[in-house]
Structure formats: structure tokens, C-alpha cells
């Protein structure tokens, strides 16, 4: 059964921290890795990771993938409170040919004090 | 550009009664998933969507069920509704294909079952 974990499950910080959330992931047919942010209720997207060792970034936000010791972390610098939300990291796979599905972690809840 | 918009956005009802939500995927996208919430848990995933027809399904019982229609909008059924399906549930649509592999997701229906 695939599976994914998210580490920590729960992190508070101050303003201008930087945070490491991590997550790794034992499924068959890999495809991509992504990581989405739910603020309130739609998760939204963030990074796909598909290749081993390059780095994603966007702005304060950056993420990478190790395909060999199947993890992947996201970063992000000095922390703002609008980045308090749950991060979700989310491993696609294939299944039968073309039928593809995401399997998520539990999540990382960030908590941002001024 | 319309997302993906579910309906409604809340919802409660009670223990055996019968539950549709629907959903409508962001224009060009022609695959349809739903994942099912719990609190503090991450999304899991119930089914996909594509030609009208299930593709792939997740470890949920035949009480759950769904339908595409021509437009590509979907509804998910669930029947004889338990207290443990009270949960956030997601509809995501994509676009078929290797390479697309990103999912867009709705702000969700909360059920709540009592």
C-alpha cells in the first residue's frame, strides 16, 4: 500500500524563522511529488518535484527531491503569518496505464506568531 | 477562468440518509477525482472520473459511488451515511495525459452527519 509521511505533524514559529517540513514516501510507480498549502478548505498547489535533486523556488518558498532515499523537504524563509496553514505533501503514481492518483500525508500544520 | 466549484459547501444530515455533492471541473479539464478529508487527517482518495466511466477507485466501499456527465462535471453519492463520514470532501480535476499531472482542487463540501 503506498504510502506517505509528513514530519513534523504540527510546528509554531515567529516571524522571520525558517522552517523545514519534511515528508517521505513508499509508493509504487512514482511519478511526481507536489506539495499544495490549505489555508482554509481547497488545497492549493505549490511545487511538483519529479526529478532527483533539483530545487524549486518561488520566492520564499523552495523545495527539492531525493528519487533515492525517497524524501523530500520544503523550506521557507523568513516566515510570514499568512504562511500559518497546513502543507500537504502529495505523491502521484500510476496505475494500469494511464490512471493516475495523488496520496497525500496528514499534513504539516504551521503556525506563524507575529 | 472558472476553478473547480463544488456545491454546497455545507451539508448536514443524519445517520442512514443518502447524500449527493457535485462538482464542476476548471474549464479544459476533462478528469474528475474526489478525495475525502478528516479532520486532522490528509485528503484520501474515493475516485476518478474520466469518459463517464470510474477509472480507479480507493479503498471506500461501494456505499460510495459517482457519475460524469458529457460536460465533464461529476457527483459523488453516498449511501446509508455512518457518524465516521463526516468529513471535508474534495473534488480535484486535471486533464488527461502523461505530463498533466498537476490537480486543481475545489474548496470542498463539508459533511457533517449526525
Known amino acids: 500500500e503506498d504510502k506517505v509521511v509528513q514530519s513534523p505533524l504540527s510546528l509554531v514559529v515567529h516571524e522571520g524563522d525558517t522552517v523545514t517540513l519534511n515528508c517521505s514516501y513508499e509508493?509504487?510507480?512514482?511519478?511526481?511529488l507536489l506539495w499544495y498549502k490549505q489555508e482554509k478548505k481547497a488545497p492549493t498547489f505549490l511545487f511538483m518535484l519529479?526529478?532527483?535533486?533539483i530545487e524549486k523556488k518561488s520566492g520564499r518558498l523552495s523545495s527539492i527531491l531525493d528519487k533515492k532515499e525517497l524524501f523530500s523537504i520544503l523550506n521557507i524563509t523568513a516566515t510570514q503569518t499568512g504562511d500559518s496553514a497546513i502543507y500537504l505533501c502529495a505523491v502521484g503514481s500510476y496505475s494500469g496505464g494511464s490512471n493516475y492518483k495523488l496520496t497525500f500525508g496528514k499534513g504539516t500544520l504551521l503556525t506563524v506568531n507575529p | 477562468d472558472a476553478g473547480v466549484t463544488q456545491s454546497p459547501t455545507h451539508l448536514i444530515k443524519t445517520r442512514g440518509q443518502q447524500v449527493t455533492l457535485r462538482c464542476s471541473p476548471k474549464s479544459g479539464h476533462d478528469t474528475v477525482s474526489w478525495y475525502q478529508q478528516a479532520l486532522g487527517q490528509g485528503p484520501q482518495f474515493i475516485f476518478q472520473?474520466?469518459?463517464?466511466?470510474?477509472?480507479q477507485r480507493g479503498n471506500f466501499p461501494d456505499r460510495f459511488s459517482g457519475h460524469q456527465f458529457p460536460n465533464y462535471s461529476s457527483e459523488l453519492n453516498v449511501n446509508a451515511l455512518l457518524l465516521g463520514d463526516s468529513a471535508l470532501y474534495l473534488c480535484?480535476?486535471?486533464?488527461?495525459?502523461?505530463?498533466?499531472?498537476?490537480?486543481?482542487f475545489g474548496s470542498g463540501t463539508q459533511l457533517s452527519v449526525l
Open positions: 480535484a480535476s486535471s486533464l488527461a495525459g502523461l505530463l498533466n499531472e498537476k490537480l486543481f
Open positions: 509508493v509504487t510507480n512514482f511519478r511526481s
Open positions: 472520473y474520466y469518459e463517464e466511466e470510474e477509472r
Open positions: 519529479t526529478s532527483s535533486g
